[in-house]
């Protein structure tokens, strides 16, 4: 809660006028509870989950003849019902897990230091640390994410997640119980090392989660904005390592591939991508001879 009962207060305390987004931010939290702040999380989360996936969802069930050329298994087709059942699992595993673990873990927030007063944080001082929280999530998630490959973690917790081989937009979270606990560490790590303002520690969570949601979207589309994020995997790089399934050693970074480079666990994706490369080539190669002998014997 705010310590201003006032604008005029505020501004007096911070020495010049609040800016427009810093007003927005006192009429809406200077009488609510940093608690009460923190649990929009649970509601952020639950819209991220129920709403993000729908338009690549309903493509899917519609046959959209228009996006099926940039589908990455284009020869798997989940039914409704699957797709369906997919989405109460993860919606359970919400109200049992997620949401509870939300409502307890706001100690935890205190601790480190997170704020809800004002000054409101720069732009750049957002980025810069989102940029810090994608960075250590993304290197620790791969070293658990390698451990839950080795026989045991796979057997006894991974393996529910790779149940879809082909993952789609509501498989994101799809996972054990157990898994979404230990995977929840990295996404504390960042903003315990940097903590910053609640406006930030929202957006953080609700784009890694939209993050996940479009590496497991089964869709590669060359015009997403996210061509031009440096080393970020996609749905590309993570659909591999649903596909090979089992206990891989593929691609087990969540956003970003430096890892998998840097460890050699993407040799196998690597070598798949050169092979293709080269088919294609062939089959332009091969089409390009064929109008070529068709010019020399037309007649006119």
């Not at 001082?125 to 658990?144: A, K, P, R």
């Not at 940097?194 to 939209?210: D, K």
């Not at 891989?248 to 994706?269: L, P, Q, R, W």
Request: net charge neutral; proline share 5%.
């Amino acid at each position: 809660m705010l310590p201003f009962h006032s604008i005029s207060a505020a501004q007096l305390a911070l020495g010049r006028n609040l800016t427009f987004f810093e007003t927005l931010w006192f009429n809406y939290s200077h009488d609510k509870s940093d608690y009460f702040l923190f649990c929009h999380n649970i509601l952020f989360l639950f819209l991220i989950f129920s709403f993000i996936p729908l338009p690549l969802i309903f493509l899917e069930i519609l046959h959209a003849s228009g996006i099926h050329k940039f589908k990455i298994q284009p020869k798997v087709r989940l039914p409704f019902s699957e797709i369906f059942r997919c989405y109460k699992d993860v919606m359970r595993m919400f109200f049992l897990v997620v949401g509870p673990l939300q409502l307890v873990s706001f100690p935890s927030i205190q601790m480190i230091g997170i704020r809800t007063g004002l000054p409101l944080p720069s732009g750049w001082e957002i980025v810069s640390q989102l940029v810090v929280y994608f960075m250590v999530e993304d290197y620790t998630n791969y070293w658990i994410h390698r451990f839950l490959h080795c026989k045991w973690g796979y057997e006894n917790i991974h393996q529910v997640h790779h149940e879809y081989t082909a993952p789609i937009g509501f498989a994101a979270p799809y996972a054990h119980w157990a898994e979404v606990l230990i995977l929840g560490i990295p996404s504390f790590l960042g903003p315990a090392m940097v903590p910053g303002h609640m406006i930030t520690f929202w957006l953080w969570i609700a784009l890694r989660q939209i993050e996940a949601i479009d590496t497991h979207s089964g869709y590669d589309f060359p015009w997403s904005l996210t061509k031009f994020i440096p080393f970020y995997g996609g749905a590309d790089h993570h659909d591999y390592h649903h596909y090979v399934g089992g206990q891989s050693h593929s691609n087990f970074a969540s956003v970003f591939t430096y890892c998998d480079y840097i460890y050699g666990t993407d040799k196998g994706y690597r070598y798949q991508k050169k092979i293709l490369k080269k088919l294609k080539e062939e089959v332009k190669s091969s089409e390009g001879s064929y109008y070529s002998t068709a010019e020399d014997v037309k007649v006119d």
